[in-house]
């Protein structure tokens, strides 16, 4: 694994502001959230809840892993957009059989952490294509988000 769940008190404690009535302090982290420190010394909040899909038997499954800076704070792109990477999977019923919910939320936590599928007998638990996988990572986010690339006056491109 290329991330470490921060799991220390000190280290958590970088991650709090305090109560404006009560002065104690509060976690920017929300309670349904993990706070991750990648190999590139980024910090992230990932989550994933799931629901009773309305129309069928299945389980609809939403990660979302949000890019911090190094008090807990949404980090900003040039056009002032929180970094962030979301992907929705609703799972079936033979999934859910076989893997249960929780493989198969960390398997959509993994992929949008960049990081490589799980693999059972040779293939992965959920199949993606290396696309999709790509377009989620929040390592390409913050890769996109930090290089603006070249500009490109649009009249010397038509």
């Given at each position: ?70 008090e807990g704070g949404a980090v900003l792109d040039a056009l002032d ?29 993994l992929m949008l952490l960049g990081e490589p599928p799980t693999l ?12 999709v996988r790509a377009s989620v990572s929040i390592r390409n986010a ?17």
């Amino acid at each position: 694994m290329s991330y470490t769940k921060v799991t220390d008190p000190a280290d958590l404690a970088a991650f709090t502001l305090p109560d404006p009535d009560t002065g104690e302090p509060i976690s920017v982290i929300a309670p349904d959230e993990e706070l991750l420190l990648l190999d590139t010394g980024d910090y992230v909040a990932a989550s994933c809840s799931a629901y009773r899909h309305e129309h069928m038997g299945g389980r609809t499954l939403i990660g979302v892993v949000r890019w911090l800076d190094h008090e807990g704070g949404a980090v900003l792109d040039a056009l002032d957009r929180r970094v962030m990477v979301t992907m929705q999977h609703t799972a079936s019923v033979g999934q859910l059989t076989r893997y249960g919910e929780g493989p198969l939320k960390r398997e959509l936590l993994l992929m949008l952490l960049g990081e490589p599928p799980t693999l059972i007998e040779g293939e992965p638990i959920i199949i993606w294509p290396d696309d999709v996988r790509a377009s989620v990572s929040i390592r390409n986010a913050i890769t996109a988000a930090t290089n603006e690339g070249p500009a490109y006056d649009l009249a010397d491109l038509l």
